[in-house]
């Protein structure tokens, strides 16, 4: 799959109004929705931003990892060991400290994986998320193969005032739909900075990149960690609405679910990733309804969808940009 037909970058007119269509939708859900179903959206738009963390490094930059589930797990363990067993641990502190221990993770271990290329890179990646879920797996301290239970949501108080009560379901679906969207915007804002345009050359030509005197490893362990950091994000929100984390959050196959998710909404815009993570849950739950055997149907649904769009379910929306048309 060639760069060019494998990433859209632009979005067309088409494809922003659909977008705009599906977060109004999104906005309104609650209104209309059960307690279950707004739950089961919550849970798609937190793996949403999980997707396009990894959408970062995999869509822009071009770098494929298979232990991207590291961070997530990481942030939610953070989260559990953080909130004390009688009451709730401030919102205020354990966010933002549980994402900045994902990213120092990501920075420490990014720092080792950037030196590699191609295949080793993606087992290098797979090679340090192993040894992270084998440490919590094999260790009863850190909760062992069981896990640990989160017994309350953290507390949004600010010297006795309460703005929000994140134990309520829609509130913690709005709050959780909030920092998506923040996060969507940070990253296309990221994709057009002279940031996201170098990262976007190194997918291309790194090779070029570097003799034209960019400092690659630099700006791949930029993207690597900032990917890390946001994958914590949405891991923390995981375990806050769970209200459990365990060892298989930093597993192999919670890694190949988001890059699957990558692939199959389209990479290197990170609406697709967002609109990959809630096409795959979706069908993870009607195929595995089904059958015992949907793995076998999502991955020739996976399939089919690559060559019918090879930049994946948005790429369908797409249409020809005619000349002088702004970018999106």
Known sequence: MSAPRAHLEVLPRGVQIALALGVLALLLFPAVGSDFYVQMVTRMVILAIFAMSLDLLQGVTGLVSLGHAAYFGL??????????????????????????????????????????HGIYFIMVTMAFAQMVFYLFFDNKPLGGSDGIYINFRPDASVAGWLPFDLEGRKTFYYFTLALALGVYALLRR???????????????????????????????????????????????????????????????????????????????????????????????????????????????????????????????????????????
Do not use: C
């Open 190 to 328: 990221l994709l057009w900075s002279p940031l996201g345009r170098a990262l976007a050359g190194i997918r291309v030509n790194e090779h070029r990149m570097r003799a034209m005197g960019f400092a690659t490893r630099g700006y791949k362990l930029t993207a690597f960690t900032l990917a890390g950091a946001l994958a914590g994000l949405a891991g923390y929100l995981w375990g806050a609405q769970t209200g459990y984390v365990n060892p298989e959050l930093m597993g192999f196959h919670m890694s190949a679910h988001a890059i699957m998710m990558v692939i199959l909404g389209g990479m290197g815009n990170f609406a697709g990733a967002a609109v990959g993570a809630f096409a795959f849950e979706l069908l993870l739950h009607w195929f595995k309804d089904l059958t015992k055997h949907w793995q076998l149907l999502m991955g020739g649904f996976i399939v089919l969808t690559l060559l019918v769009a090879p930049r994946g379910l948005l790429g369908l929306l797409q249409r020809r940009k005619p000349a002088g048309e702004p970018h999106g």
């Open 75 to 116: 942030a939610g363990y953070a989260l559990a060991f953080l909130t004390p067993q009688h009451g709730p641990s401030s919102l205020w502190w354990t966010l933002p400290l549980a994402v900045a221990g994902a990213g120092l993770a990501a920075l420490v271990i990014g720092f080792f994986v950037v030196r590699t």
